[in-house]
């Protein structure tokens, strides 16, 4: 892993704790999981973290982007981000 | 011709159009035969473990076919349905199956609570997923049960469903109502929306709030179809469902239009929609007129307005007098009076402003175990809705405000008192208030103001805190120390004065 996404996967995982799990607990959260099937975000979550990704790594979610497969975990976050930064 | 229930109406349907397509869950259909087989298992094991007429059941499932197959199945012992938010936490599970004194629970996630806190219910309970706890059945044991054809012959006085509400003190109130109320309420919808076996609504609301629930009979009480989608978190794979399944009518609040407009191809690409319902809270007509201007032109958008207490619908607005009444609520349904009055209860001439009250066959029976709030709601057959407004000179409602300080976050009806009754048992804490701050997608968002020592620990103490007792929807999402709050002489929150 590149050393910029070793920084959006720390920036990402500590945004998410800190405003919906809080806690800075890393084991807390699993890459892997769903935020909306573990609840840890609802619609109004997702669309925060959209604003999110907006102010923070200037990346523009599109409408027809906003998917579960681009938004709906870290891991699913970091490969959405890498194909819009590539 | 409809039947006296809903159950009633079931049955009849399921004979009539058993082919026809009821449900409608990503690829899987459900037709109405094969519903009324699966609600027929189930009832026959909710006769097994008990189950009596007037028992209350507490459905706290998701949408789902599992939820309408559970929710038919308690009509068919004659239970009670209690359908709660399946995002609570558990303790406020807990408390509302102990008001309700519900006698079995359906839950899906069992991350609700632990075994020990499951244990401690002492109820019937059945979850969908695979669980090996002690006592707890697995749902696929309610739908293998050898199923048997006795409905229960509930009339219009059987009482039929409790809907928990924020109510406007602290604690929820379960609105009890009963076939009679359902069935009214439904049928004035029908006749409004104009609804036939051929639509088919997709549906994005929470069945267990009054405005899905009313949405799921009314196309089940045509013989319509309901078409399950996703989170609201994803608009565009709401508007593309709603093309590949040829939806017919769209039912949300106006977040969800709100939605639709800003993150979704939908202002390019409408989808042919037959109608579209809005209620939940008042729209603003700039929103109101930009989702007209980005809709197919012969797509009507009804404007609705309603209370739990009223079953679900008081008033809509005729889509051709969308122009002309912009800002209306509309006028009440076939057999809703509604009448504007002041605070001794005289009524008003159109014009005036004062409190809105409604009365009729669709009016709840009162407050579950709760004879003191439901003597301050019916008063000789009228419910006060605590909503202001006045009638134009040709009957039209307009809204201007409530009597209370309930907040709507979404489709979400909050009372800040239950807010700060969690925020309070901090000991950092001295007091709190909570108000609805202006959103733009959201119509408000909670901030709470809190009176205590200001600092990081103690915020993600608060954080933490309100994430243990309150559901997602319910947390501030802002927070403002203060040294002291805004009171009355006699020691009441002015809460405007936090507004501005």
């Not at chain 1, 892993?1 to 070793?6: F, I, L, S």
């Not at chain 2, 004035?188 to 609804?195: G, R, S």
């Not at chain 2, 009444?325 to 402003?353: M, Y």
């Not at chain 2, 979404?410 to 001295?430: C, M, T």
Request: proline share 4%; with cysteine.
């Amino acid at each position: 892993m590149t050393n910029v996404a070793t920084n959006n996967e720390q920036l990402l995982r500590d945004f998410i704790l800190e405003n919906y799990l809080f806690t800075d607990d890393q084991s807390k959260l699993n890459n892997a999981d769903s935020f909306l099937d573990t609840g840890i975000l609802d619609s109004m979550g997702i669309l925060e973290l959209i604003y999110f990704l907006d102010e923070e790594l200037s990346i523009k979610v599109e409408p027809n982007e906003m998917i579960p497969t681009n938004l709906d975990s870290i891991n699913n976050l970091l490969a959405f981000i890498e194909k819009k930064q590539a | 011709m409809y039947q006296s229930t809903l159950p009633g109406q079931f049955l009849s349907i399921s004979e009539s159009q058993a082919d026809s397509i009821a449900l409608q869950s990503n690829a899987e259909q459900v037709s109405y035969g094969d519903l009324k087989r699966r609600v027929d298992k189930v009832g026959s094991y909710f006769k097994q473990i008990g189950i009596e007429p007037g028992d209350r059941v507490a459905l706290v499932i998701d949408n789902s076919v599992d939820y309408v197959t559970a929710f038919y199945a308690i009509w068919k012992v004659g239970g009670i349905v209690v359908s709660l938010n399946p995002q609570a936490k558990f303790h406020e599970i807990e408390k509302l199956i102990q008001q309700c004194e519900a006698k079995c629970l359906l839950i899906d996630k069992l991350n609700h609570a632990n075994t020990e806190q499951l244990n401690q219910l002492s109820i019937n309970m059945i979850t969908l997923n695979q669980c090996d706890i002690n006592g707890v059945a697995n749902w696929s044991t309610a739908l293998e049960c050898e199923a048997d054809n006795n409905w229960y012959s509930a009339t219009e006085d059987t009482l039929a469903q409790i809907i928990y509400t924020s109510g406007t003190t602290g604690n929820p109130k379960g609105v009890l109502l009963s076939h009679g109320n359902l069935m009214c309420n439904v049928k004035d919808i029908i006749e409004y929306l104009e609804l036939t076996r051929e639509d088919s609504v997709l549906n994005v609301l929470p069945f267990h709030y009054c405005y899905g629930n009313s949405v799921l009979h009314t196309h089940f009480s045509v013989g319509g179809k309901v078409i399950l989608a996703g989170s609201m978190a994803f608009p565009q794979e709401i508007v593309n469902t709603m093309r590949e399944y040829k939806a017919t009518g769209f039912s949300g609040v106006p977040s969800t239009f709100s939605l639709f407009l800003a993150r979704s191809d939908w202002p390019q690409d409408p989808p042919p929609l037959r109608y579209m319902t809005q209620a939940g809270g008042p729209m603003g007509k700039e929103l109101t007129q930009k989702l007209l201007q980005s809709s197919q032109p012969d797509t009507k958008l009804y404007v609705m307005y309603g209370q739990t207490e009223a079953c679900a619908r008081i008033s809509w607005l005729p889509p051709h007098k969308l122009d002309e009444k912009l800002g209306s609520a509309g006028i009440s349904l076939t057999h809703v009076d509604l009448e504007i009055r002041d605070e001794n209860a005289q009524a008003l001439p159109n014009g005036q402003k004062g409190e809105v009250y409604v009365k009729g066959p669709s009016i709840m029976q009162g407050y579950w175990n709760n004879a003191e709030a439901s003597e301050q709601v019916l008063l000789n057959g009228w419910l006060k809705t605590g909503d202001l407004g006045y009638l134009d000179d040709e009957g039209y409602l307009y809204l201007v405000g409530r009597n209370s300080d309930m907040i709507k976050v979404g489709a979400h009806r909050i009372n800040p008192l239950e807010l700060e009754e969690v925020i309070n048992k901090l000991g950092f804490v001295q007091e709190s208030a909570v108000i609805g701050i202006e959103d733009e997608i959201l119509g408000q968002k909670l901030r709470a103001f809190i009176v205590g020592e200001e600092s990081r620990e103690n915020l993600l103490a608060l954080k933490k805190h309100c994430n243990e007792y309150l559901p997602t929807h319910k947390i501030p999402r802002e927070i403002q120390w203060a040294e002291q709050l805004p009171k009355t002489a006699s020691g009441k929150i002015k809460r405007y004065l936090l507004k501005s």
